[in-house]
């Protein structure tokens, strides 16, 4: 087995690996060569956990995906026609996306990117910065075999952010937003001849050329990250935030209420779920000190849609009707509690744990994440094995009710030990003469 295959699966949860057979497999059958790259790679190599799969087809991308899809094993989100790619999302809410091994062209500087079908080794080279451009084939005849032609690898070695090409920032303007956040991610140096090519992009003003869903695209990345606030403050701090948003790059920006939930999505689970919930949160702590007007101008220099307006615009209202659930009397018991967080939505539950003002409210929340849950992942599989055995078709109630019985038991408190009796010394018996 290669190393990098070994440390591949060392960082992959459960999940990830299925994920990972099936589009070998898809691949294998549609006799395609398929690799792992981009943040995969990265956040392997770097030593974070893998958040994301990032696969590279030499070939006919979308027939592999829709192979995984028509599967039945994941659900296609989105599919790009132009650059042949495709995102999946796994029942278990893994997220995959698999594209065409491409180079991208654009016809001017911040213009629509012309696409070209490319090797593997062509598409790296293409890539923004080389800790991005490093693959890991998936082959049977070359499995674990690292592709590095940008040399990425030492880079990272000298924890440093190199560009791949001197024109990658006017290439793709967009590349200085990224930069920030990776920097501020992966806690690197940024090379001194990428800082060069910063300061000449700048000056020639490229980033008046960053399109405005670039922007929202990064915005959203960053709500998914887990320190937002010191991203946007990078943001701020290179003037990049302004051009888009004068009002969230002055006193309004909300860089208090960023910190703030950041400490609060580190109660929550790291899954998958509650990733993805990240966004509407984060949007509607961006926004929230901003007026009425401001969000509709910020909304049109953004170029949002109206889902993605609503992810934080309608927060509020829907966690509201979650809030009124936990405030009441009636909840006496915690497995009560519990199951009206368990079918709860995780982005009104991180609101809450936001904006909610009720003590009970915050308690109750609390008691989930620190109490309840670490409580239940104390059974071992044999104990849900033996629930489901016994339950047959009540498999579902049966696993409810044996939750509610291991919340809702008293531990006993043990009882308490007696003193000892005092230990009394033999009193001195003095002679008199």
């Known amino acids: 087995m290669s190393d990098y295959i070994f440390m591949l699966e060392s960082h992959l949860s459960t999940e990830q690996s299925a994920a990972v057979e099936q589009v070998q497999r898809a691949a294998g059958e549609a006799n395609l060569n398929v690799f792992l790259t981009g943040g995969a790679m990265r956040d392997m190599l770097a030593g974070f956990r893998i958040r994301d799969l990032d696969f590279v087809v030499e070939g006919n ?10 599967s039945g094993s994941a659900r296609m989100v989105a599919s790009d ?6 995102e999946l999302v796994f029942p278990s809410g893994v997220t995959i996306s ?9 016809a001017r500087p911040g213009g629509k990117l012309q696409i070209f079908p490319a090797t593997i ?21 070359s499995r674990g075999l690292l592709l590095d032609p940008m040399n990425g690898l030492a880079d990272m070695e000298r924890r440093e952010l190199r560009l791949t090409s001197p024109y990658g920032f006017y290439d793709d303007p967009s590349r200085l937003l990224r930069l920030e956040r990776f920097r501020v991610r992966l806690g690197f140096a940024v090379e001194e001849r990428t800082q060069m090519q910063v300061a000449n992009a700048r000056e020639a003003e ?4 960053i399109p405005p869903r670039a922007f929202l695209e990064e915005l959203k990345q960053i709500g998914l990250e887990d320190n937002p606030a010191e991203m946007i403050r990078a943001l701020e701090q290179t003037g990049l935030m302004a051009q888009f948003s004068p009002a969230l790059a002055g006193p309004k920006s909300n860089l208090a209420g960023l910190a703030k939930l950041e400490k609060l999505v580190r109660l929550v689970p790291d899954e998958a779920r509650f990733r993805a919930a990240r966004l509407g949160p984060f949007l509607y702590v961006l926004l929230e000190r901003l ?32 809030e009124s659930a936990l405030r009441s009397a009636r909840l006496r018991k915690a497995s009560q509690v519990y199951f009206v967080l368990a079918k709860a939505e995780p982005d009104e539950i991180l609101f809450l744990l936001y904006r909610s003002a009720l003590k009970p409210v915050q308690e109750r929340l609390r008691n989930y994440f620190q ?3 670490p409580t239940l992942q104390e059974v071992t599989p044999e104990e849900w094995a033996a629930v489901d055995s016994k339950a047959g078709p009540r498999r579902a109630k049966a696993r ?13 408190k043990p009882a308490p030990v007696p003193a000892p009796p005092p230990i009394v010394e033999p009193a001195v018996i003095r002679r008199t003469r």
Not at 98 to 106: F, V
Not at 293 to 322: D, H, I, V, Y
Not at 402 to 411: E, G, S
């Open 98 to 106: 698999i594209a065409m091994s491409r180079q991208e062209k654009p």
């Open 400 to 412: 409810d009710e044996f939750i509610a019985n291991r919340l809702d038991r008293r531990v006993r």
């Open 206 to 209: 490229v980033q008046k050329l």
């Open 371 to 373: 109490k309840y849950l």
């Open 81 to 86: 026609e132009n650059r042949k790619s495709a």
């Open 121 to 141: 080794q062509e598409d790296l080279r293409g890539r923004d910065f080389t800790c991005n451009a490093i693959a890991l084939s998936l082959n049977k005849a």
């Open 291 to 322: 007026s009425p007007k401001e969000k509709q101008a910020f909304a049109k220099a953004t170029e949002m849609r109206k889902p993605e307006l609503e992810l934080s615009q309608k927060l509020e209202a829907r966690a509201k009707k979650l």
């Open 61 to 70: 991308a979308l027939k592999v995906a829709k192979t995984v899809a028509e």
